[in-house]
């Protein structure tokens, strides 16, 4: 499947991974750049990333290709290690935009864990750890359900 009609090199990309979304940066050519667990970062080609579901797309307007590439050269040459809460695929999406390393559905999960701690504090019955759960699932939810997603390519 050809994207490159539709995509510009620095499109923020989501697509379904579960309860999550899996982040990628549109890197231009039909190249993604993702990070994954096993594999680590790796530029795959749209299919692979995609792995035949819809994809999301957020135009970020970063697409400065120079700044792009020396930001590719740099991530591929320290070749980070995945990490869920500290350097997960949304971590290096938004390092490649933006400079710097966030992940927003680990921000809002734990702001809904914390939002669960409380709660569960407050009902004193000692269900704390299923409201810790339940709000930190709920808040990944609402903030992937919130996102603002300029268009969405159908799973081909």
Not at 36 to 65: C, F, I, Q
Not at 145 to 153: F, L, M
Request: with cysteine; glycine share 12%.
């Amino acid at each position: 499947m050809t994207t490159s009609i539709s995509l510009q090199p620095g499109d923020l990309l989501y697509r379904s991974k579960g309860p999550v979304q899996h982040a990628g940066i549109y890197m231009g050519n039909n190249l993604v750049l993702h990070h994954r667990p096993v594999e680590g970062v790796a530029l795959t080609d749209y299919a692979e990333y995609a792995s035949g579901r819809k994809v999301k797309v957020v135009n970020t307007k970063a697409g400065n290709t120079t700044l792009l590439t020396e930001r590719l050269s740099d991530l591929l040459a320290s070749n980070p290690k995945y990490n869920l809460l500290l350097n997960n695929c949304e971590h290096i999406a938004h390092l490649m935009i933006a400079g710097r390393k966030f992940s927003p559905q680990i921000q809002a999960t734990i702001f809904g864990a914390i939002s669960g701690l409380v709660m569960g504090h407050k009902t004193r019955k000692g269900y704390w750890a299923l409201f810790i759960i339940g709000g930190g699932l709920a808040g990944c939810l609402l903030k992937n359900v919130g996102r603002k997603y300029h268009s969405v390519i159908q799973a081909g």
